[in-house]
């Protein structure tokens, strides 16, 4: 940081491309030489996107520093579903032309590939900017900020006899058909005031977004493949044929699918068209019924519960179908790469085509590991004579000079700093409007604690130094302070 923050981030950002020729970096800087934006990635970010780029979350939740400039991330799933990262960025201003410029730089990182679907926050900033740069991809809403604006705008009409929260929950998670999604929202709209309906409002303009990309309750990342096949419940083809494409994690889904079509009825009610339902054992409510519309010329299937869509594997009524129609394994259409083991299999190029090493610090490892071998077998056997490990010592001194002598003629220099100099970061002006994720109680109950015992770690300093004044206080924490007087 001796020049600077912002010639300390360009000056990683020159080491980073030296590493690794994929590394992609875009600085927004303004005439006044302020750094007001930044976009990175690197190999790693750049195979992920190419391979699981179907699906993103764009999130600017979170501040850095002192500064408040946001932290924007681009994340996704990976065919194991455990988390993946496409690009980062840095925002002083989060207005239209910041996240424009944002966007148009990922994609450029990119090749210019978009996504399908984007999912972020309740901002409108980002759906202008995303509606003019990528207008052809389908913009979500997360959820978790969803609940976060209910409870700010609903909360506080909830009483005893009508918790306005939880009718807003159904309409989110448990309406599944527009009439019934239709009647609730209609419903909710007669009891909230005026601000409530306002922001119900834009919520209900965003209700294809929101209902076509309904999140799974409960994702598990598995961070490891598994080195056996896994275990097959019942033996039929079309559960070998997922074991052996699928990942772990993902056939353990489909195969939780096989199970459900084996305990379902189907009813046939005109050409094409079927009805898939659930039988019910124990008392247990029954499923409900779903249409499914199957395709013989094209091999098409298509089910009301939007499954594939929304998942990307079939779902059990389909498999209903399919059995039915004496098909015993999965239509090629419906294996999406990203799910199988081969999903990384794919050779990745850069925007200058290049082919892309997702781990660019390979063979530096590698060779450094020869290296070592070799100096292992001369330490090894130098280190029994006394005479040895003097000469092998003063061998290496003299071989770090020479390797030091032979850095410098070869860089030439550090080079002119002055230019680099003038660099810095944008101020931002006010407050952080974004907002920041609330503390957990634990994080509270942490954050406290640790402030306590500071404060006791400091008063048992300030005792000390009463006992003992002779005692230089610059080696303890007062530093800062010239003599006790100060203190």
Not at 39 to 68: C, L, P, Q
Not at 356 to 375: F, H, Q, T
Request: net charge neutral; with cysteine; glycine share 4%.
């Amino acid at each position: 940081m001796q020049y600077g923050a912002a010639v300390a981030m360009t000056k990683y950002f020159a080491k980073r491309s030296m590493e690794d020729s994929s590394f992609k970096h875009f600085e927004d800087t303004s005439e006044e030489g302020e750094i007001s934006n930044v976009v990175w990635t690197d190999a790693k970010m750049i195979a992920s996107y190419v391979r699981f780029g179907d699906v993103v979350i764009f999130d600017t939740t979170f501040g850095t520093n002192n500064e408040k400039w946001a932290v924007g991330t681009f994340v996704g799933f990976n065919h194991l579903r455990e988390i993946v990262i496409f690009g980062a960025a840095l925002m002083c201003d989060q207005n239209i032309e910041s996240f424009e410029w944002v966007f148009t730089k990922f994609l450029e990182a990119h090749g210019g590939k978009k996504c399908i679907t984007m999912f972020t926050d309740q901002d409108a900033a980002i759906a202008h900017a995303l509606e003019k740069i990528m207008p052809d991809t389908k913009h979500g809403l997360c959820t978790w900020h969803i609940n976060k604006n209910c409870v700010k705008h609903l909360a506080k009409l909830n009483d005893k006899d009508n918790h306005i929260t939880k009718k807003f929950n159904a309409c989110l998670y448990r309406y599944e058909e527009e009439k019934e999604f239709e009647d609730a929202i209609n419903f909710l709209m007669e009891q909230v005031d005026d601000e409530g309906k306002k922001w119900l409002d834009f919520i209900y303009i965003s209700k294809e977004k929101v209902l076509e990309q309904n999140r799974e309750k409960e994702i598990k990342s598995e961070y490891a493949m598994r080195s056996k096949l896994p275990k097959l419940k019942f033996k039929m083809p079309i559960l070998c044929e997922a074991s052996n494409l699928y990942t772990p994690k993902v056939f353990e889904l489909f195969q939780a699918e096989v199970e459900l079509f084996m305990l379902s009825h189907i009813e046939c009610l005109e050409g094409n068209t079927y009805t898939v339902g659930k039988f019910a054992i124990d008392n247990e409510i029954p499923c409900k019924s779903r249409q499914v519309v199957w395709n013989r010329e094209d091999q098409m299937i298509s089910c009301s519960c939007k499954k594939f869509e929304r998942v990307g594997i079939l779902c059990w009524h389909a498999l209903k179908v399919l059995d039915r129609e004496d098909i015993k394994v999965i239509p090629p259409r419906y294996i999406l790469n990203r799910w199988t083991k081969a999903a990384k299999d794919v050779a990745v190029v850069d925007i200058e085509g290049r082919r892309v090493i997702e781990d660019p610090m390979l063979d530096v490892r590698n060779r450094k590991a020869d290296m070592v071998r070799i100096g292992d077998s001369i330490f090894d056997e130098a280190a029994y004579i006394e005479e040895d490990t003097h000469f092998v010592r003063n061998m290496l001194l003299e071989m770090q000079q020479k390797y030091q002598q032979y850095k410098e003629k070869r860089s030439g220099g550090e080079g002119n700093l002055t230019t680099e100099h003038s660099l810095h970061l944008k101020k931002k002006n006010g407050g952080d409007r974004r907002s920041k994720r609330i503390p957990s109680c634990i994080e509270k109950k942490k954050r406290a604690k640790k402030a306590k015992n500071k404060t006791i770690s400091n008063s048992q300093d300030l005792i000390r130094m009463s006992i003992n004044p002779s005692q230089d206080i610059s080696e303890g924490n007062f530093g800062c302070f010239s003599d006790l007087e100060d203190l």
